[in-house]
């Protein structure tokens, strides 16, 4: 078997990425060169490495084997070329993957934290829906990961190797309404109230849930507003625009004109934040990274 090092990265990344065309915008090539370099790759194995869905590619048992070992070929490679050229940092580099609103409620925590205890430790950080960030951490892209999860809490794409998933806390979701208008001076509503509100809410894909409209609501939600961005969602909501769903863990950082109300007549959500790594002893600087997240306020 003959593997470039080139045929390795575009592995990685059609992993990392979920499809050819995500993989070819990452590394700058056009999708006919992912392609062929996937294919030629599948010659060189003589195997079938990637699984071609209406949804996007995901790699198949054996691509996940060479997956493990390009990893560990490409970190060599990467450390032969700091020593050649003399830019070997004398810091412990950890990459993180968080859920979208983990930048605002536990990220500054965080790395406060690490600046006083281990600042040694550089953390780069990247933002992705819980099946991104579970691609990228078997594809090597990312270290670590905070994920949140519903019942029964067990955030997993049903890959192997497992993930070794710790919980930190559990948060229960709110609905976040504006201080003024139909919900003013209420700290409760019903579910049955919430039927015909305007909702604002995250665009959902294939792999990845409605977010922001109640789950188990009574019929079809009316979406007004589509955004994955926190700032946009919660300005929204101050202006009167609409209603969204909140995890209460956020109080401290919401805007004036938006509050929290729970939600009676069905059972409570309650989502679970967790952090997710490969199997097997952590790199370094990724045990320093795991106390810091379980020990920030």
Do not use: C, N
Not at 3 to 32: I, K, N
Not at 86 to 99: I, K, Q
Request: glycine share 8%.
């Amino acid at each position: 078997m003959d593997f470039s090092s080139t045929a390795l990265r575009v592995l990685r990344q059609v992993a990392d990425s979920g499809s050819f065309t995500a993989a070819a915008a990452q590394l700058g090539y056009t999708q006919s060169a992912i392609s062929r370099q996937a294919a030629a790759l599948e010659r060189s194995a003589g195997a079938v490495l990637f699984e071609r869905r209406f949804d996007g590619v995901q790699l198949t048992p054996a691509g996940l084997t060479l997956l493990r070992h390009a990893q560990t070929i490409l970190d060599s490679v990467a450390a032969a070329e700091q020593e050649l050229t003399g830019s070997a940092a004398p810091t412990a580099p950890v990459r993180l993957g968080m859920f979208p609103s983990a930048g605002a409620v536990i990220l500054p925590g965080v790395l406060i934290r690490l600046a006083a205890t281990a600042p040694h430790i550089t953390v780069t950080t990247r933002e992705g829906s819980t099946p991104a960030l579970l691609r990228a951490l078997r594809a090597g892209s990312i270290d670590l990961a905070v994920l949140t999860s519903r019942p029964p809490h067990r955030p997993s794409d049903g890959e192997s190797p497992r993930l070794h998933i710790e919980p930190v806390e559990d948060t229960e979701l709110r609905l976040g309404a504006p201080t003024t208008g139909l919900f003013s001076g209420r700290t409760e509503v019903h579910i049955d109230e919430l039927v015909d509100a305007p909702w604002i809410a995250a665009p959902s894909t294939s792999t990845e849930p409605l977010l922001g409209v109640w789950p188990g609501l009574p019929g079809r939600p009316r979406i007004v507003h589509t955004t994955r961005d926190w700032l946009t969602k919660l300005r929204l909501v101050a202006g009167g625009f609409g209603v969204t769903t909140i995890p209460s863990r956020m109080s401290a950082v919401l805007p004036p004109g938006v509050s929290l109300l729970r939600v009676e007549g069905v059972p409570a959500e309650i989502r679970r934040i967790l952090t997710a790594r490969l199997p097997g002893r952590p790199g370094p600087g990724i045990t320093d990274v795991l106390h810091a997240i379980t020990s920030a306020d």
